[in-house]
């Protein structure tokens, strides 16, 4: 058998070591953590919608990400041939972006690039306003966020860290029977891994 009449067979044993890892971390995940939509309305609750705390939980909520939110510069434009940094891409009338050029497996994915949903990008330009934030600014000033989102995880009845949050996340998609197995690549590829390792690691929530 030639390697071009393997390829069917092995994306059959592929998708089925993925969803036996799912079906792992689903069982191991649901004995600790809430699903991250529950955890977004409790931060709400507690700190008010426009915080920054439910601000930076929502950003979580559609890049689940490590901790690299605190290194976001504000712009108007993107320039492809500029990657040294993160940028998060504010214009009026257009949805926000948000372009991750360094972060710790960008060697192996490259660039993350996301635009956030409607009800985000305005959150995002409401806060920006608020604080008076200028382009060329970082969005969250502070070098890490991690101490800050274990402040939030432990106001919420939780302990942890910023992996908490994208346990949390995988958990919940994982969850749902309407994703399929690109939707789970992507949401793999945003965190910065294959989609095999994505399903094995977050279950492990109280080491």
């Keep these: 058998m030639t390697e071009e009449q393997k390829q069917p067979y092995v994306k059959v044993i592929i998708a089925n070591n993925n ?9 191991k995940a649901r004995e600790h953590l809430p699903l991250y939509s529950d955890f977004m309305e409790n931060v709400k609750s507690i700190y008010g919608e426009n915080s920054k705390e439910f601000l930076l939980i929502s950003l979580y909520d559609e890049l689940t990400c490590r901790d690299d939110f605190s290194q976001l510069l504000v712009t108007p434009a993107y320039k492809a041939s500029i990657s040294t940094y993160n940028y998060i891409v504010v214009r009026s009338g257009h949805p926000v972006e948000a372009i991750l ?13 996301v635009t956030f949903s409607r009800e985000v990008s305005n959150r995002i330009k409401r ?21 800050f989102v274990s402040g939030i995880l432990t106001r919420c009845g939780l ?12 958990s919940e998609m994982y ?3 309407d994703h399929s197995e690109d939707e ?3 949401l793999a590829k945003r965190m910065g891994h294959s989609s095999q ?11």
Excluded at 19 to 27: D, G, I, S, W
Excluded at 165 to 170: D, I
């Design 19 to 27: 969803r036996y890892q799912r079906e792992v971390t689903l069982k």
């Design 101 to 113: 050029n360094q972060y710790k497996t960008a060697k192996k994915y490259g660039s993350i690039r």
């Design 127 to 147: 806060y920006i306003n608020n604080h008076n934030i200028q382009y060329g600014d970082y969005l969250f000033p502070n070098s890490k966020l991690s101490g």
């Design 159 to 170: 302990k942890g860290s910023i992996s908490i949050l994208r346990r949390m996340k995988v």
């Design 175 to 177: 969850n749902s029977p």
């Design 184 to 186: 789970y690549e992507e």
């Design 197 to 207: 390792v994505a399903a094995s690691i977050y279950h492990r929530v109280n080491e």
